[in-house]
């Protein structure tokens, strides 16, 4: 790879490990509602302007109902389950949580008959990805918290179903243009929801930021990247930030909001991380689009 591929690629790998402990300093000071109303908000007003003067919207009519498939499967559901989920999980463990999407890809691809191979090293993967994600939440979580893990499994499913969308319905549409209507779609159908539930009370200033940095920073500049990786490096090199950002996301969380080192992340992270390597690594259909935080 080359200079440019590997400083996207580091780029890449800090920024999205970076949403974990943004949402997490947001949600102490506003709804998830406003989080992901402001998130949406501003990657729309980056990337919407950017792709109408690239010309690429106009593709989009033709798949249109696609394009709102994926704008619910991809950011609706997922960012607000994520978010509602940091009210209840440190970000560490919502990070790991969240590394078991490859896993669930693999296995909702299989059943779709998007990809029918179940090797034994896959099946392998699979396995091993489950019984990390069992010691994360039967280490880790405890009473309510269980219904922060209830809304990741809405995240988890929403972040597999995405890319398989894109890879089978808007392949051949552009994907910036994709991504920026699906924001903006979602603008739509979260500002009633943050309009009603819009802070009263006085909001720090490090909240404020927190979603500037999460709106224009993790998710419009981080598609930007993104897509310049996989022209730079292709789509399989790409997918290694999955296992790169959720490790970002612990030392963050540890470092600047002390979160706890436990047991359950010393065990259930290295088994998850092997888990989808071995689940996906023979399974290239599944590895064009990495999800997002």
Request: glycine share 6%; hydrophobic share 60%; proline share 7%.
């Amino acid at each position: 790879m080359s200079r440019r591929g590997w400083a996207l690629f580091v780029a890449l790998s800090l920024i999205w490990g970076m949403p974990y402990l943004l949402i997490k300093i947001a949600v102490d000071s506003v709804s998830p509602p406003v989080v992901v109303f402001v998130r949406v908000a501003l990657a729309a007003a980056v990337l919407l302007p950017l792709a109408a003067a690239r010309g690429t919207l106009r593709p989009l009519a033709r798949v249109w109902r696609w394009v709102v498939a994926f704008a619910v499967a991809e950011i609706a559901i997922p960012f607000a389950a994520l978010t509602f989920a940091e009210t209840r999980l440190t970000s560490s463990l919502t990070a790991l949580l969240i590394a078991a999407v490859p896993i669930v890809a693999a296995v909702v691809a299989h059943l779709l008959h998007l990809d029918d191979r179940v090797t034994p090293v896959r099946l392998a993967g699979l396995l091993i990805g489950i019984l990390g994600v069992a010691a994360l939440v039967g280490l880790d979580v405890r009473g309510s918290e269980l219904v922060g893990v209830a809304a990741l499994s809405l995240t988890v499913l929403g972040y597999a179903a995405g890319p398989m969308i894109v890879a089978t319905k808007l392949s051949d549409v552009p994907s910036v243009a994709v991504i920026a209507v699906a924001m903006s779609i979602n603008v739509v159908l979260y500002a009633p929801v943050a309009w009603l539930t819009w802070p009263t009370d006085q909001v720090p200033a490090s909240a404020w930021w927190s979603l500037v940095v999460l709106g224009l920073v993790c998710t419009a500049l981080a598609f930007l990247v993104l897509f310049a990786l996989i022209a730079e490096a292709g789509p399989t090199r790409t997918t290694v930030i999955t296992y790169i950002n959720p490790a970002v996301a612990v030392l963050l969380g540890v470092a600047i909001l002390g979160e706890p080192v436990t047991l359950g992340i010393v065990i259930g992270f290295p088994l998850v991380l092997v888990g989808s390597f071995l689940a996906t690594r023979s399974a290239p259909s599944l590895e064009d689009e990495p999800y997002p935080a």
